[in-house]
């Protein structure tokens, strides 16, 4: 009977020194190390985060790349136009004043540099002129697009040939029937409505009234230019009357005009 007890004893302190033995084994073996994510406030291994910390940078980066990519392409769509947000200028009575405004400012500084450079700049039709350059210029700003150098190129090149090709033909017309009043006047303005039709130039019937400025000069025996009247004070005339028209009403949309979503 001792005998037993005593093999039980035994046993049961075998069993004991096992347990602490494999205890003692089991906490001297190296763990790996936890950390506290910042995003869900879980623990998670060091490598897993460090992993997450490198995928959340690189998501970052892509957003803001994408983010700059986006907002320079709408920079872009917004200097071509496309995007660009259409003003209100006040109805027809304020667009209205607002022609009136352009035209006047164009006509004083065309008078302002003919007296400064001392040679003639302006001449009656460019009043007719003025006035289609500074509506078309007022629309234009409207849109936001009264600086847009593709139109203002078409306006220029459509306008400036109708004027030059009808000038010149008038000027030749002169030149070989002389001074006879009637047939010089029918054949100008004939002469210009064929030039522009048959030409690359939009019909721009102001071409009409510089044709028939030459042919009263003419007419008057006075001293006439030669086909340099086409291009001065002709052609240039016509194309600083297209820019000043176009940089006024460009300003003035921008101080008085409110924009529509």
């Given at each position: 009977m001792a005998r037993r007890t005593l093999r039980r004893c035994g046993v049961c302190a075998l069993l004991c020194l096992a347990a602490v033995s494999r205890s003692s084994l089991t906490w001297t073996t190296p763990t790996r190390r936890l950390q506290t994510s910042t995003f869900t406030g879980l623990q998670v291994p060091s490598s897993q985060l460090q992993k997450l910390e490198r995928t959340s940078r690189s998501?970052?980066?892509t957003v803001l790349k994408n983010t700059w990519l986006r907002s320079l392409l709408v920079g872009r769509q917004s200097r071509g136009g496309d995007a660009v947000l259409s003003k209100d200028l006040g109805g027809k009575v304020g667009e209205g004043l607002l022609v009136s405004l352009v035209a006047g400012l164009s006509v004083f500084a065309m008078s302002r540099?003919?007296?400064a450079i001392h040679k003639q700049v302006w001449v009656p039709p460019f009043g007719a002129i003025v006035l289609i350059f500074a509506t078309q210029a007022v629309q234009e700003a409207k849109q936001g697009k009264s600086l847009d150098a593709s139109s203002m190129l078409k306006v220029a090149a459509e306008a400036i040939v109708g004027v030059a090709g009808a000038c010149a033909l008038t000027v030749g017309t002169a030149r070989l029937l002389g001074g006879s009043p009637s047939v010089l006047r029918a054949l100008a303005?004939?002469?210009?409505?064929?030039w522009?039709?048959?030409?690359?130039a939009s019909?721009?019937?102001?071409?009409?009234?510089?044709?028939?400025?030459?042919?009263?000069?003419?007419?008057?025996?006075?001293?006439?230019?030669?086909?340099?009247y086409a291009?001065?004070?002709?052609?240039?005339?016509?194309?600083?009357?297209?820019?000043?028209?176009?940089v006024l009403a460009s300003v003035l949309a921008r101080l008085v005009g409110k924009s529509q979503a």
């Open positions: 998501l970052g980066k540099l003919q007296l303005v004939s002469f210009a409505s064929l522009m039709t048959f030409s690359p019909f721009f019937p102001p071409a009409g009234a510089l044709c028939a400025l030459f042919v009263e000069r003419v007419v008057a025996k006075g001293p006439l230019p030669g086909f340099e291009l001065f004070p002709c052609s240039i005339g016509v194309a600083l009357l297209l820019i000043s028209t176009r």
